[in-house]
């Protein structure tokens, strides 16, 4: 029985997920093993033919998960259950040299950065991906006046476009994060047992130089048994960053799907059941999915950074966790992506309803520009101010259009003519500098993903 719903195979890609099968971890560690021995027999410290011999067999794909298991339910221990595992299959020459200098943790620490590795490479094209579908949203809806709300309430108008155009630049935000925070998360360890090199000697930084040059990460400046945990906090920190990104366009889109307003609705596909009691509906769940799953990737922020102290040079209080951490985070955030990617790149945009929801107030949303248009006249600020609200409130008691009582108003309609006040209730006049806003976003967005495309 599966203990977690990403084990069951409900959430998580089949690419994601296989970075952290069993087999694949192996494969990981039994890499290192392979760099770590060609390393040292490139100087001098391991025979030619040992370093050669170690180096292929590692990566021959013959030793398997299952033998492994068999040896740890005798040692009791993962790590050497593996080096034997691995030394069963190497030349007798070969095998004093297998693990020559290493700790446990070289390849637990240096086989997480290559998993982090490879989920980055799945991750960031899904970033890149999802923001040029917003960022096309953004221009395809650039000219729909929406209405903008704050605190829950209409405030002024707004380029319904701009909403996406906002979602889109942080996805930008976020591969430059993600790319930045490479060279601080994808670290190689091969320091020996207390961060000394023990074994290895004066040797030990330049092979470990060479391990991160073949595996294509950074060599650790300093380590104690591990890595600082301040590494993998920062790791799950982006993630769930990215993850309350991605969980406040679902509350959005959850928002303005509510039957009050209607402006989105998630794409509903036939034989689809909303309810099982009420047939008529059609509900959020895609983006109320998000905001589940953000939840729980958040709350691993606090475990990551628990790990930060450890006694001494180390100890076992975080491995473990690290364990659930880790995977977890990288297969949540993945399953949040591809949802969100379906919800934006399918999403039914209602503009008659988003067009309608201006007049839900009877035109006070168009407040803010009267008085505008009241100060560019010369009347006071506070002057206007309490016209303009004076005539909302009594249009609002009344259930009055506030076009209307504008026109009927004699403070204000002595300052603006019929015209000028037409002028002001149409909502195309103030969409501000929304056109260049997207313009931007979108070239933005467009130079992030470049790479990625």
């Given at each position: ?23 694949k ?45 068999q ?10 259950a ?24 070289d390849l ?101 130089k ?52 209607g ?10 059941m ?10 959020p ?19 990551a ?11 076992l ?22 949802t ?11 503009v ?16 803010e ?6 100060i ?78």
């Amino acid at each position: 029985m599966p203990i977690l719903p990403i084990d069951s195979g409900r959430y998580g890609t089949k690419e994601m997920l296989a970075v952290f099968d069993d087999q694949k971890k192996i494969d990981y560690q039994l890499q290192i093993e392979g760099a770590t021995a060609l390393a040292q027999s490139e100087i001098g410290m391991i025979p030619k033919s040992a370093g050669a011999n170690i180096f292929r067999t590692a990566n021959s794909g013959k030793i398997t998960a299952k033998r492994i298991k068999q040896l740890e339910a005798k040692s009791d221990h993962d790590t050497a259950a593996l080096v034997e595992a691995l030394s069963e299959k190497c030349q007798v020459s070969a095998r004093p040299w297998v693990h020559y200098g290493l700790t446990s943790n070289d390849l637990v620490d240096t086989s997480n950065s290559l998993q982090i590795k490879d989920v980055l490479s799945i991750i960031e094209p899904k970033v890149a991906r999802l923001g040029l579908i917003l960022a096309k949203k953004a221009t395809q809806y650039g000219d729909v006046p929406a209405v903008g709300r704050t605190h829950g309430q209409h405030a002024s108008i707004i380029s319904f476009g701009l909403k996406f155009a906002n979602w889109a630049a942080e996805m930008a935000a976020h591969i430059e994060r993600l790319e930045e925070v490479k060279k601080r998360i994808l670290i190689c360890k091969t320091l020996g047992v207390v961060g000394t090199g023990s074994l290895m000697g004066a040797k030990a930084v330049e092979i470990q130089k060479r391990v991160a040059k073949r595996l294509a990460l950074y060599p650790a400046e300093v380590a104690t048994q591990v890595i600082p945990r301040e590494r993998y906090a920062e790791y799950i920190f982006h993630l769930a960053l990215l993850g309350s990104t991605l969980e406040k366009i679902a509350i959005e889109i959850r928002n303005l799907q509510r039957t009050e307003i209607g402006e989105v609705a998630e794409h509903f596909k036939a034989g689809q059941m909303g309810s099982s009691a009420v047939p008529v509906k059609r509900n959020p769940i895609k983006s109320e999915r998000i905001s589940s799953l953000s939840k729980l990737l958040r709350s691993q922020m606090s475990t990551a950074f628990e790990n930060i102290p450890l006694w001494h040079e180390r100890d076992l209080s975080n491995s473990a966790n690290e364990r659930f951490t880790i995977p977890m985070c990288s297969i949540l955030l993945d399953e949040m992506l591809e949802t969100m990617i379906r919800i934006i790149d399918n999403l039914k945009i209602n503009v008659e309803k988003i067009t309608s929801n201006l007049q839900v107030t009877n035109g006070q949303i168009f407040a803010e520009f009267v008085l505008e248009a009241l100060i560019k006249k010369g009347v006071p600020r506070f002057v206007a101010y309490r016209d303009v609200q004076r005539v909302a409130f009594s249009a609002h008691d009344q259930g009055m259009d506030y076009v209307d009582a504008v026109k009927n108003d004699q403070a204000i309609s002595s300052k603006l003519s019929e015209e000028e006040i037409e002028k002001i209730f149409s909502p195309e006049s103030h969409l501000g500098a929304s056109p260049e806003i997207i313009a931007n976003v979108n070239s933005l967005v467009q130079k992030a993903c470049k790479k990625f495309i």
